[in-house]
Every structure is written in C-alpha cells, then in structure tokens.
C-alpha cells in the first residue's frame, strides 16, 4: 500500500498575482513591461493559468526580479504553516515587518539621502563645466 500524501500542483499563475502584489505592480505596468503583446486583460488571464509557459515565465520572473523557481515552487500554505510553526502567539520572536522598533537611525538615512543629491548636484555641476569648455572651444575654432 502505497502510503504517500497527494502533493498539491503549485498554481503558477497565482503566484505571480502574489508577488506582483507584493511588489507593488499593477498588471498593466506588468504587461507594458511585457511588450506589445500584452495588455492588463492578458495579465488578469495569465493569473489564472495553472501553469505557464517556460519562456513567459522566464520573462516574468526577470521583470519582478525574482529567481523563476520562486514562481514555480511557491506554496502559500507551507509558507504560512513554517510562519506559524516559527512565530507563535507565546514565542518572543517578532517579524520584522510588525515590529513596531526602528531597526535604523532615520537621521542616519536622511544624511544618506543629501549625500546622494550632493553627489548628483557635484555630478550635473562637471558635465556643465565640461559642456561650456566645449563650447568655448568651439567658439575659438570660428
């Protein structure tokens, strides 16, 4: 007797809808990003596919930026059944997403965020300087 659990098909087509949510992305940007072929009826069909096609699928994964296998092999309930294995009601643990601490200084990142412009500012300030030289140049050439 053979005493193996039926194993659940892994519905690709939600677990793009999943983590396209996740990340934020509406399905015409996703289907803009997929090319003329495709508009946000197409994505809303595709996410309801089972399976999807190699190439399709490949493309999806390097426009969500994420391993293909992530699509492929995504099990909401497993996921949820290791969370609340992991994080239960009577564990100290937290999930850094409730986590209600700053895990950083926001002084810190403001500073970062002015470095980054100062670097922009000090960046568009050479390429100006290299622009006027050569037009200075040119204008000596007349």
């Known amino acids: 007797m053979n005493s193996t659990a039926p194993t659940q098909k892994i519905h690709e087509g939600r677990n793009v809808k999943r983590f396209r949510e996740m990340l934020g992305i509406k399905q015409d940007a996703l289907a803009a990003d997929l090319g003329d ?5 197409k994505i809303s069909l595709l996410e309801q596919k089972e399976t999807i096609d190699a190439a399709v699928l490949k493309d999806l994964a390097a426009i969500l930026k994420i391993p293909m296998e992530a699509i492929q092999n995504f099990d909401e309930e497993k996921a949820v059944s290791i969370i609340s294995n992991t994080f ?3 564990d100290s643990s937290t999930l850094n997403a409730v986590n209600p601490y700053c895990t950083f200084n926001p002084l810190d990142k403001l500073v970062e965020a002015f470095e980054e ?19 200075q140049s040119l204008l000596e050439k007349k």
């Not at 072929?37 to 009826?41: G, L, M, S, V």
């Not at 412009?117 to 037009?135: F, H, P, T, Y």
């Open 117 to 135: 412009v100062r670097r922009l500012n000090a960046e568009v300030i050479k390429l100006k300087d290299e622009q006027i030289s050569l037009l």
């Open 88 to 90: 239960t009601s009577n």
């Open 37 to 41: 072929d495709w508009n946000q009826q």
